[in-house]
């Protein structure tokens, strides 16, 4: 993300000669040379480079993703083809769904704080919002415990597509004590953070593994109960037994108090295959049984891989360096008056929203130039036209300015923005285009603003670039 001068230089120099380290056409603007040098640079392939804070870069959720699948081994059931439905909803990212060809972020994006303050570039950090950072883990989770459906990532599927087969320790069985616990973090290391982790991330992972200490389990958090509803029936696959016992297979924990409530459990109840109310207690069968070592070992190896995706070094491609020291808290911006302080908001409105939609003109035909009235309004907009009665209550002025009324009605589903008008807090830009001077048939040659849209730039740039456009060329 902040390369050095000397490694852009590099890149351009090859991009412009068509040569680097002997690979390339010699030509001008050749790819392969140009790839040679960012790919080979001294800076991309040394290593100690990663303890450098400056260095190294977060990684994008769609990289994150498919660093995953790849590290936990998903594998397709006979053979079907990953599908991924609506990704750019969930993680903010999908295959040929970039909103501009320059990509899903701004190159010179800086997220606020010692990363902005020490002048750095982080372009990725632009798609870390809350949505998007728990709609990867969720899905990821998600994946790791009932494996990818037919619905896509992070969806219920009707029916199973593929699952996550890695198994950090193979060949080792029996109850996951310290050293098994450390091997399985170990494993996990080489295929998900490439070796990366710092001992103190191994740590934390460690700390949040359940202890076994056979045949019970000392961790009583590890035996919480859990349930599904499926198909009117309510399973439950854990008792919360303080001794660290699980109900046997068959069995749920007892928990229906005979209306259909579920009040916290207090055993293990059989399991017939009938709905709620026909649940019965069998108290010739002992409540609970003795975890064995394979379910344990699974486990570990479940709690130990969610861990393992939520440390920095999976999130990003550098080292973890802790300093020991705490995070300085910067300090308060003054806050100034407000008094006379003014912004210009951009809304962008996807669609076939335009000024007509919330600028409405007059019905008094005395109030606007001819032919524009309402009813010249209403009779070319047709059915998009607003009914008169939902807004004729909200006229404003428009007097002493360029507009074709001195009177128009706001939309009725503008009523916020019609009450920051009247408080003199809002104001209207209407018919905001490229066109700077009109233009007809005949008359085609007229001054334009450059159009900036996705392909240029951000698409909520867009109206305040003509906006800044119009007033430049006023007059």
């Known amino acids: 993300s ?37 790919m080979l640079d001294r800076e991309a392939r040394a290593s100690t480079l990663l303890a450098e804070p400056t260095h190294g870069a977060a990684q994008e959720p769609f990289l994150k993703l498919f660093k995953a699948f790849r590290g936990l081994e998903l594998g397709m059931v006979d053979g079907q083809e990953v599908r991924m439905v609506s990704l750019i909803s969930k993680i903010g990212q999908d295959a040929f769904r970039a909103p501009s060809v320059f990509g899903f972020y701004d190159a010179d994006y800086s997220p606020k704080g010692a990363i902005a303050d020490a002048g750095l570039r982080a372009p990725e950090t632009q798609l870390f919002t809350t949505p998007e950072l728990f709609g990867l883990m969720n899905g990821l989770r998600k994946t790791l415990h009932e494996g990818l459906g037919d619905q896509g990532f992070g969806m219920w599927g009707h029916r199973d597509m593929g699952y996550m087969t890695f198994d950090p320790v193979p060949g080792v069985s029996g109850f996951p004590d310290a050293a098994v616990s450390s091997q399985i973090v170990d494993g996990l290391d080489a295929v998900l953070t490439g070796g990366r982790l710092s001992a103190a991330s191994k740590a934390a992972v460690l700390a949040g593994m359940p202890k076994y200490e056979a045949p019970f389990l000392v961790d009583p958090e590890a035996c919480t109960h859990m349930g599904d509803s499926r198909g009117g029936f309510h399973v439950e696959e854990h008792c919360d037994c303080t001794t660290g016992q699980t109900c046997r297979m068959g069995d749920i924990c007892r928990a229906n108090d005979g209306s259909g409530h579920w009040s916290p459990p207090r055993g293990c109840v059989r399991v017939s295959g009938l709905p709620y109310a026909a649940m019965k ?84 035909a005395a109030k606007c130039a001819a032919p524009l009235s309402y009813g010249h309004y209403a009779e070319v907009r047709g059915g998009a036209a607003r009914p008169l009665a939902s807004v004729q209550g909200n006229a404003i002025a428009a007097n002493g300015t360029e507009q074709p009324c001195s009177e128009f009605y706001v939309s009725d589903d503008l009523d916020a923005v019609k009450a920051m008008w009247d408080a003199g807090d809002a104001a209207f830009f209407a018919n905001i285009g490229n066109l700077i001077e009109p233009m007809d048939k005949f008359n085609k040659a007229r001054r334009r603003c450059r159009r900036t849209s996705t392909r240029t730039t951000w698409p909520w740039r867009h109206g305040l670039t003509i906006l800044w456009c119009r007033f430049m060329f006023k007059g």
């Not at 491609?317 to 912004?343: D, E, F, H, I």
């Open 2 to 38: 902040n390369p050095s001068p000397r490694y852009i230089e590099a890149v351009a120099t090859a991009f412009a000669t068509g040569s680097y380290a002997g690979r390339g056409s010699g030509r001008y603007g050749c790819l392969h040379a140009a790839t040679a040098a960012v």
């Open 281 to 364: 207690d069998d108290p010739s069968q002992p409540c609970c049984s003795q975890p064995d070592a394979v379910s344990a070992l699974a486990k570990a190896k479940e709690v130990a891989t969610e861990l393992m995706l939520l440390t920095p070094e999976f999130q990003t491609s550098t080292l973890r360096l802790p300093t020991g020291a705490a995070r300085a808290v910067p300090a308060a911006a003054p806050v100034a008056g407000t008094a006379g302080y003014k912004a210009v908001v951009s809304i962008l409105m996807f669609g076939g929203a335009d000024s007509w939609n919330f600028l409405v003109p007059s019905s008094d």
